[in-house]
């Protein structure tokens, strides 16, 4: 079987393994967004007289049964990639009319459109896992909002604040990083098809037009630009996973100190802990930790993409091997919100912990406070507290403490707010989802 680009030469078969690589994997994932490009490609063919209206009916006949029954369509390493395989399929069962498709675009032009509806779909669905999260972490949250237990800077006891409020905090990384997830998709919401290798074709191709059919927000103007935005734009949705797995990261941090027994305020629930092979009583927050360790993985992909990226203008092979990166972080991503959402459910307080660590040197900043509203000023109102905390003896616990209630403060971590803004993105997630998904199905 003939590659696409073979006239004569027939390739070596280590130099076809090597050149290969993973992408017959990587690209059954991209199944359905080869087949929604095609199409729409297909129907600007149509538009500009290169294929016929029934040329292009029998074309969707095709590509609608390859949509409906996936499991049946596989990539052999002959073939390279999906586009090549999608080609085939069509030319061997349409004959010239098949191989009528590939007029006015490239491989090269193809992987990014297939990579960009794949992006947006992606990018959606861990949109709502991070909602999903963010709720459920609010719901402990609020159930919890009153329960006192120390502030922390630099692990060491520092105000007192509640449990409510330090899960208000990740609440809030969540959002922010949805917002972020908004941006990445933003990114990938432009069409690149009509770029052919960079450098267009000598085809009136009606790339508005193409783009409206395939959902995207605009057309990426420059044909150039398309091939070397490539790495940018893989590069600017790791950046948003990064953020978000950083955020996941220092929550899974915090689970990790607070569920300790030198901490004890958090309780793992059996279900999500596992054993020592040699130690009969330890129970391990194993998946708090691989977390953490998953989150450190983000950069790690991020860079890989940029260093591969830097480059020239135009398309060059390197820009294969961004693909692994791009589709472990994402994959990564999605198992983490996964539990990340499931862990408040397994989560239990130990609410005598929690006031025994409530003591009375976290005040000290209260009783600075107090003496400023007497008139001291702050300097002097400091230093005299500090005296007295360093002529104190042992601190004791304390019971009602005096929490500060304005705006995100431990009194008043603002659910109302939080959840709002949690579902104001669900909304625009959902809305954008179901007009995608009408806008391909149209397609078939």
């Not at 390279?80 to 999608?86: K, Q, V």
């Not at 933003?186 to 450098?199: F, H, I, N, T």
């Not at 500090?386 to 603002?414: C, F, I, M, Q």
Request: charged fraction near 25%; charge should be positive; proline fraction near 5%.
């Amino acid at each position: 079987m003939k590659k696409l680009w073979q006239t004569k030469t027939d390739l070596d078969s280590a130099v076809e393994a090597y050149t290969v690589g993973a992408d017959p994997d990587l690209d059954a994932r991209l199944l359905r967004f080869e087949i929604y490009g095609s199409l729409a490609h297909a129907s600007g063919l149509v538009r500009i007289g290169v294929l016929t209206k029934g040329e292009y009916a029998r074309i969707r006949a095709v590509l609608t049964r390859l949509h409906r029954d996936p499991s049946r369509f596989k990539i052999t390493r002959e073939q390279e990639d999906i586009h090549t395989a999608i080609e085939q399929a069509l030319t061997a069962a349409l004959g010239e009319i098949g191989a009528k498709v590939h007029a006015g675009r490239s491989r090269n032009d193809q992987v990014q459109v297939d990579l960009r509806l794949y992006l947006k779909d992606r990018l959606l669905s861990l949109d709502a896992q991070a909602g999903a999260a963010a709720s459920a972490w609010a719901a402990f949250g609020a159930k919890h909002d009153k329960r006192a237990i120390p502030g922390y800077s630099h692990l060491q006891r520092a105000m007192p604040t509640t449990v409510g409020h330090w899960a208000a905090s990740h609440v809030e990384a969540l959002i922010e990083g949805r917002r972020a997830l908004r941006v990445a998709f933003d990114e990938a919401d432009a069409s690149p098809l009509g770029s052919a290798a960079g450098y267009g074709v000598m085809l009136p191709l009606p790339r508005e037009h193409v783009a409206k059919l395939l959902g995207f927000g605009r057309v990426q103007r420059n044909t150039l630009r398309v091939q070397s935005s490539r790495p940018r734009l893989e590069a600017a949705v790791l950046s948003s996973l990064c953020l978000v797995a950083r955020d996941l990261g220092v929550l899974a941090w915090d689970l990790s100190l607070y569920s300790s027994a030198e901490f004890g305020f958090l309780k793992l629930a059996d279900s999500f802990t596992t054993g020592s092979s040699i130690m009969p009583q330890k129970k391990n927050p194993d998946v708090v930790e691989l977390t953490r360790a998953r989150a450190a993985l983000f950069p790690g992909w991020l860079n890989q993409v940029l260093m591969i990226g830097q480059l020239p203008s135009g398309y060059h092979r390197d820009y294969q091997l961004t693909k692994g990166p791009l589709f472990s972080a994402l994959d990564t991503m999605s198992q983490m919100l996964e539990i990340v959402g499931r862990l408040p459910e397994s989560l239990s307080v130990n609410e005598e912990r929690c006031a025994a660590a409530v003591t009375s040197d976290l005040l000290a900043t209260h009783e600075a406070i107090a003496m400023v509203r007497d008139g001291v000023p702050f300097r002097t109102a400091y230093r005299e507290v500090a005296a007295r905390a360093r002529a104190a003896g042992a601190p004791l616990p304390v019971t009602n403490v005096e929490l500060p209630s304005h705006l995100g403060a431990p009194g008043k971590p603002d659910w109302k707010f939080l959840l709002a803004q949690n579902e104001s993105g669900s909304r625009w997630s959902l809305a954008t989802r179901s007009r995608l998904e009408k806008t391909w199905q149209a397609l078939l």
